[in-house]
Protein backbone atom coordinates (compact mmCIF):
# COMPACT_ATOMS: atom_id res chain seq x y z
CA UNK A 1 0.00 0.00 0.00
CA UNK A 2 1.12 3.61 -1.17
CA UNK A 3 1.70 6.09 2.13
CA UNK A 4 -0.14 8.55 0.76
CA UNK A 5 -3.34 6.62 -0.39
CA UNK A 6 -5.59 6.71 1.87
CA UNK A 7 -8.15 3.29 2.69
CA UNK A 8 -11.37 2.46 3.76
CA UNK A 9 -13.16 -0.81 4.38
CA UNK A 10 -15.76 -2.31 2.68
CA UNK A 11 -18.59 -3.92 4.87
CA UNK A 12 -20.14 -6.12 1.91
CA UNK A 13 -16.65 -7.15 0.81
CA UNK A 14 -14.51 -6.87 3.96
CA UNK A 15 -12.19 -5.78 2.28
CA UNK A 16 -10.02 -2.18 1.95
CA UNK A 17 -10.65 -0.12 -0.77
CA UNK A 18 -8.49 3.06 -1.66
CA UNK A 19 -10.26 6.28 -0.64
CA UNK A 20 -11.35 8.11 -4.17
CA UNK A 21 -10.65 12.41 -4.01
CA UNK A 22 -13.67 14.03 -4.70
CA UNK A 23 -12.47 17.37 -5.60
CA UNK A 24 -15.84 19.56 -5.86
CA UNK A 25 -16.80 18.18 -2.47
CA UNK A 26 -13.17 19.32 -1.16
CA UNK A 27 -13.72 22.62 -2.33
CA UNK A 28 -17.22 22.89 -1.38
CA UNK A 29 -16.65 21.66 2.18
CA UNK A 30 -13.75 24.36 2.28
CA UNK A 31 -15.74 27.03 1.21
CA UNK A 32 -18.32 26.48 3.44
CA UNK A 33 -16.19 26.36 6.43
CA UNK A 34 -14.46 29.69 5.29
CA UNK A 35 -17.65 31.75 4.77
CA UNK A 36 -18.43 30.11 8.88
CA UNK A 37 -15.50 31.86 10.12
CA UNK A 38 -15.62 34.96 8.12
CA UNK A 39 -19.17 35.25 9.23
CA UNK A 40 -17.92 34.74 12.75
CA UNK A 41 -14.93 36.84 12.44
CA UNK A 42 -17.35 39.84 11.27
CA UNK A 43 -19.57 39.11 13.98
CA UNK A 44 -16.89 39.47 16.78
CA UNK A 45 -15.29 42.65 15.07
CA UNK A 46 -18.72 44.02 15.23
CA UNK A 47 -19.25 42.87 18.81
CA UNK A 48 -16.16 44.21 20.10
CA UNK A 49 -16.26 47.23 18.35
CA UNK A 50 -19.64 48.50 19.91
CA UNK A 51 -17.92 48.47 23.11
CA UNK A 52 -14.93 50.43 21.87
CA UNK A 53 -15.19 53.83 21.57
CA UNK A 54 -13.41 56.01 18.40
CA UNK A 55 -10.98 58.50 19.14
CA UNK A 56 -13.83 60.85 18.06
CA UNK A 57 -16.22 59.51 20.82
CA UNK A 58 -13.88 59.51 23.57
CA UNK A 59 -13.18 62.79 23.17
CA UNK A 60 -17.20 63.43 23.03
CA UNK A 61 -17.34 61.23 26.22
CA UNK A 62 -14.86 63.38 27.74
CA UNK A 63 -16.45 66.36 26.91
CA UNK A 64 -19.55 65.51 28.68
CA UNK A 65 -17.65 64.46 31.47
CA UNK A 66 -16.63 68.14 31.89
CA UNK A 67 -19.92 69.30 30.99
CA UNK A 68 -21.54 67.12 33.83
CA UNK A 69 -19.18 68.59 35.87
CA UNK A 70 -19.27 72.36 34.93
CA UNK A 71 -23.34 71.75 35.36
CA UNK A 72 -22.78 71.05 39.05
CA UNK A 73 -20.10 73.97 39.73
CA UNK A 74 -22.51 76.57 38.03
CA UNK A 75 -25.48 75.22 40.27
CA UNK A 76 -23.50 75.92 43.26
CA UNK A 77 -22.44 79.32 42.09
CA UNK A 78 -26.16 80.08 41.58
CA UNK A 79 -27.04 78.70 44.76
CA UNK A 80 -24.44 81.04 46.26
CA UNK A 81 -25.03 83.76 44.53
CA UNK A 82 -29.13 83.76 45.26
CA UNK A 83 -28.05 83.26 49.06
CA UNK A 84 -25.68 86.46 48.68
CA UNK A 85 -28.95 88.65 46.94
CA UNK A 86 -31.28 87.47 49.68
CA UNK A 87 -29.35 89.01 52.16
CA UNK A 88 -29.10 92.01 49.78
CA UNK A 89 -32.62 92.02 49.36
CA UNK A 90 -33.78 91.94 53.20
CA UNK A 91 -31.17 94.50 53.58
CA UNK A 92 -32.63 96.88 50.95
CA UNK A 93 -36.27 96.20 52.46
CA UNK A 94 -35.29 96.44 55.96
CA UNK A 95 -32.61 99.23 55.85
CA UNK A 96 -32.13 100.97 52.90
CA UNK A 97 -36.04 101.30 51.17
CA UNK A 98 -37.21 102.27 54.77
CA UNK A 99 -34.58 105.16 55.62
CA UNK A 100 -35.69 107.05 52.50
CA UNK A 101 -39.02 106.42 53.47
CA UNK A 102 -39.96 103.75 50.68
CA UNK A 103 -41.95 101.12 50.55
CA UNK A 104 -40.39 97.50 50.30
CA UNK A 105 -40.90 95.80 47.33
CA UNK A 106 -43.35 93.02 46.90
CA UNK A 107 -42.64 89.81 46.81
CA UNK A 108 -44.17 88.75 43.91
CA UNK A 109 -42.03 91.21 42.38
CA UNK A 110 -39.42 90.19 43.55
CA UNK A 111 -39.33 86.88 42.55
CA UNK A 112 -39.23 87.35 38.99
CA UNK A 113 -41.05 84.82 37.19
CA UNK A 114 -40.91 84.08 33.86
CA UNK A 115 -43.99 83.13 31.86
CA UNK A 116 -45.13 81.98 27.72
CA UNK A 117 -43.22 80.12 25.54
CA UNK A 118 -40.70 77.22 26.52
CA UNK A 119 -37.68 79.39 26.36
CA UNK A 120 -35.37 76.57 27.15
CA UNK A 121 -36.70 73.74 24.10
CA UNK A 122 -33.28 74.66 22.29
CA UNK A 123 -31.70 71.66 24.78
CA UNK A 124 -34.82 68.95 24.48
CA UNK A 125 -33.47 65.98 23.38
CA UNK A 126 -29.72 67.00 24.42
CA UNK A 127 -27.88 65.16 27.12
CA UNK A 128 -28.10 66.14 29.99
CA UNK A 129 -31.08 68.47 28.87
CA UNK A 130 -32.81 68.92 32.14
CA UNK A 131 -30.02 69.97 33.96
CA UNK A 132 -28.98 72.98 31.07
CA UNK A 133 -32.43 73.98 31.46
CA UNK A 134 -32.57 74.75 34.89
CA UNK A 135 -29.19 76.18 35.33
CA UNK A 136 -30.21 78.67 32.42
CA UNK A 137 -33.57 79.17 34.05
CA UNK A 138 -32.24 80.15 37.49
CA UNK A 139 -29.63 82.26 35.79
CA UNK A 140 -32.28 84.18 33.79
CA UNK A 141 -34.03 84.24 37.00
CA UNK A 142 -31.24 85.48 38.87
CA UNK A 143 -30.63 87.73 36.15
CA UNK A 144 -33.86 89.67 36.71
CA UNK A 145 -33.54 89.68 40.20
CA UNK A 146 -30.68 91.72 40.43
CA UNK A 147 -31.89 94.25 37.19
CA UNK A 148 -34.51 95.31 40.02
CA UNK A 149 -32.52 95.27 43.12
CA UNK A 150 -30.33 97.51 40.76
CA UNK A 151 -33.20 99.92 40.34
CA UNK A 152 -34.30 99.54 43.94
CA UNK A 153 -30.81 100.50 44.75
CA UNK A 154 -30.73 103.26 41.96
CA UNK A 155 -34.21 105.04 43.75
CA UNK A 156 -32.74 104.72 46.64
CA UNK A 157 -29.62 106.26 46.25
CA UNK A 158 -31.89 109.18 43.85
CA UNK A 159 -34.02 109.93 47.31
CA UNK A 160 -30.98 109.66 49.57
CA UNK A 161 -29.27 112.46 47.65
CA UNK A 162 -32.34 114.37 47.81
CA UNK A 163 -32.83 113.83 50.98
CA UNK A 164 -29.66 115.11 51.94
CA UNK A 165 -29.45 118.12 49.53
CA UNK A 166 -32.78 118.57 51.48
CA UNK A 167 -31.31 118.45 54.86
CA UNK A 168 -28.33 120.70 53.55
CA UNK A 169 -30.83 123.49 52.14
CA UNK A 170 -33.19 123.40 55.40
CA UNK A 171 -33.14 125.86 57.74
CA UNK A 172 -31.98 124.14 61.18
CA UNK A 173 -29.57 126.06 62.88
CA UNK A 174 -30.18 129.41 65.14
CA UNK A 175 -29.54 132.54 63.01
CA UNK A 176 -27.26 133.89 65.60
CA UNK A 177 -25.19 132.09 68.41
CA UNK A 178 -26.17 131.95 71.91
CA UNK A 179 -23.45 133.26 73.20
CA UNK A 180 -24.39 136.72 71.55
CA UNK A 181 -27.83 136.69 72.02
CA UNK A 182 -28.77 138.27 74.65
CA UNK A 183 -32.76 137.40 75.00
CA UNK A 184 -35.81 136.73 72.53
CA UNK A 185 -37.43 139.95 72.40
CA UNK A 186 -40.64 138.85 70.60
CA UNK A 187 -41.64 135.42 69.97
CA UNK A 188 -43.39 134.44 66.60
CA UNK A 189 -47.52 135.21 67.14
CA UNK A 190 -49.81 137.53 67.49
CA UNK A 191 -48.12 140.42 69.61
CA UNK A 192 -49.05 144.02 70.59
CA UNK A 193 -46.74 145.57 67.90
CA UNK A 194 -43.98 148.10 69.63
CA UNK A 195 -44.31 150.50 67.26
CA UNK A 196 -48.09 150.45 66.08
CA UNK A 197 -49.67 150.30 69.58
CA UNK A 198 -51.86 147.56 68.07
CA UNK A 199 -52.05 143.55 68.36
CA UNK A 200 -50.42 142.33 65.06
CA UNK A 201 -48.97 138.88 63.73
CA UNK A 202 -45.41 138.64 64.11
CA UNK A 203 -44.25 136.61 61.51
CA UNK A 204 -40.40 135.59 63.28
CA UNK A 205 -38.60 135.85 65.82
CA UNK A 206 -36.31 138.96 67.40
CA UNK A 207 -33.15 138.24 69.07
CA UNK A 208 -31.83 141.14 71.00
CA UNK A 209 -27.90 141.08 70.34
CA UNK A 210 -25.58 143.95 69.88
CA UNK A 211 -25.12 145.87 67.15
CA UNK A 212 -22.31 143.85 64.97
CA UNK A 213 -23.13 140.35 65.99
CA UNK A 214 -22.33 137.96 63.45
CA UNK A 215 -25.58 136.65 61.11
CA UNK A 216 -25.72 133.37 59.85
CA UNK A 217 -27.56 131.64 57.02
CA UNK A 218 -29.48 128.70 58.49
CA UNK A 219 -29.09 126.56 55.47
CA UNK A 220 -27.92 125.99 52.11
CA UNK A 221 -29.44 128.18 49.47
CA UNK A 222 -28.93 131.41 46.49
CA UNK A 223 -29.07 134.86 48.03
CA UNK A 224 -32.77 136.28 46.56
CA UNK A 225 -32.13 139.81 47.56
CA UNK A 226 -30.06 141.39 49.98
CA UNK A 227 -31.74 145.32 50.19
CA UNK A 228 -32.67 148.38 52.38
CA UNK A 229 -36.38 148.12 53.40
CA UNK A 230 -38.40 150.58 54.64
CA UNK A 231 -39.66 148.01 57.29
CA UNK A 232 -36.83 145.33 57.54
CA UNK A 233 -33.61 148.21 57.17
CA UNK A 234 -30.96 146.39 55.97
CA UNK A 235 -32.65 142.56 54.76
CA UNK A 236 -31.15 139.39 53.14
CA UNK A 237 -33.12 136.81 51.67
CA UNK A 238 -31.78 133.20 51.14
CA UNK A 239 -33.64 130.65 48.60
CA UNK A 240 -33.01 127.51 50.21
CA UNK A 241 -34.99 125.12 47.40
CA UNK A 242 -37.52 123.34 48.15
CA UNK A 243 -40.02 126.14 49.11
CA UNK A 244 -38.34 127.20 51.87
CA UNK A 245 -36.85 130.82 52.15
CA UNK A 246 -35.70 132.57 55.26
CA UNK A 247 -34.91 136.16 56.03
CA UNK A 248 -32.43 138.44 58.13
CA UNK A 249 -33.47 141.61 58.54
CA UNK A 250 -33.10 145.02 60.94
CA UNK A 251 -29.06 144.17 59.80
CA UNK A 252 -26.27 147.03 60.40
CA UNK A 253 -24.35 145.43 57.73
CA UNK A 254 -24.77 142.32 54.72
CA UNK A 255 -21.62 141.00 53.51
CA UNK A 256 -23.46 138.95 50.32
CA UNK A 257 -25.09 140.00 47.78
CA UNK A 258 -27.71 138.62 45.13
CA UNK A 259 -27.44 135.48 43.67
CA UNK A 260 -24.77 133.87 45.92
CA UNK A 261 -24.31 130.88 46.70
CA UNK A 262 -23.45 130.19 50.43
CA UNK A 263 -23.83 127.45 52.76
CA UNK A 264 -25.08 126.53 56.21
CA UNK A 265 -23.47 128.41 58.77
CA UNK A 266 -22.08 130.80 56.39
CA UNK A 267 -21.92 135.00 57.50
CA UNK A 268 -24.50 136.91 55.67
CA UNK A 269 -24.01 140.11 58.14
CA UNK A 270 -24.08 141.54 61.14
CA UNK A 271 -26.75 142.84 63.89
CA UNK A 272 -28.05 146.25 63.38
CA UNK A 273 -30.80 148.20 64.35
CA UNK A 274 -32.13 149.63 61.12
CA UNK A 275 -35.86 149.78 59.42
CA UNK A 276 -38.61 149.83 61.72
CA UNK A 277 -36.91 148.88 65.02
CA UNK A 278 -36.86 149.90 68.62
CA UNK A 279 -33.15 148.83 69.67
CA UNK A 280 -30.46 146.28 68.20
CA UNK A 281 -31.90 143.01 67.37
CA UNK A 282 -32.38 140.59 64.43
CA UNK A 283 -35.79 140.13 63.10
CA UNK A 284 -35.31 136.36 62.01
CA UNK A 285 -38.60 134.50 59.23
CA UNK A 286 -38.87 131.23 57.35
CA UNK A 287 -41.48 130.83 54.88
CA UNK A 288 -42.31 127.43 53.18
CA UNK A 289 -44.66 127.98 49.95
CA UNK A 290 -44.73 131.81 50.89
CA UNK A 291 -46.18 130.70 54.35
CA UNK A 292 -44.62 132.33 57.07
CA UNK A 293 -43.39 128.95 59.68
CA UNK A 294 -42.00 129.37 63.69
CA UNK A 295 -38.55 129.46 63.57
CA UNK A 296 -38.21 127.77 66.73
CA UNK A 297 -39.59 124.33 65.08
CA UNK A 298 -36.77 124.26 63.20
CA UNK A 299 -33.94 124.51 65.35
CA UNK A 300 -31.51 121.69 66.26
CA UNK A 301 -32.48 121.51 69.59
CA UNK A 302 -29.92 119.06 70.70
CA UNK A 303 -27.01 121.32 69.08
CA UNK A 304 -24.38 121.53 71.22
CA UNK A 305 -22.45 125.11 71.73
CA UNK A 306 -19.18 123.76 69.74
CA UNK A 307 -21.22 121.77 67.47
CA UNK A 308 -22.93 125.30 66.33
CA UNK A 309 -19.15 127.13 66.53
CA UNK A 310 -18.18 124.30 64.31
CA UNK A 311 -20.74 124.92 61.91
CA UNK A 312 -20.50 128.73 61.80
CA UNK A 313 -16.19 129.00 61.34
CA UNK A 314 -16.20 126.46 58.46
Same mark, same amino acid.
Given at each position: ???????????????????????????????????????????????????????????????? %?????????????????????????????? =???????????????????? @? @?????? %????????????????????? *??? =????????? %?? %??? $???????????????? =????????????????????????????????????????????????????????????????? @?? @?????????? *??????????????? $???????????????????????????????????????????????
Amino acid at each position: MSSNTRYYLDPHTLTYKPVKKNRKLFYRTTLWVSSVIFVLSISAFIFLNSYRLTPHEWILSKQN %ERLAEEIIQKKDAIIALRDTLVDIEENDDI =IYRPFAEIKPIPKDIREAGF @G @GVDRYR %EFAGMEYADDLSSVFREFDKL *KKQ =IEIQKKSFN %EV %ESL $VQYIDEFYAAKPAIRP =ISQKDEIYISSHYGMRLHPIYKRWKMHHGIDYAAQIGSPVYSTGKGIVKAAYYASGYGKVVKVDH @GF @GYLSIYAHLD *KYIVKKGDTISRGQL $VGYVGNTGSSTGPHLHYEIRKNNQTQNPLYFYMDDLEPYEYDRIVSK
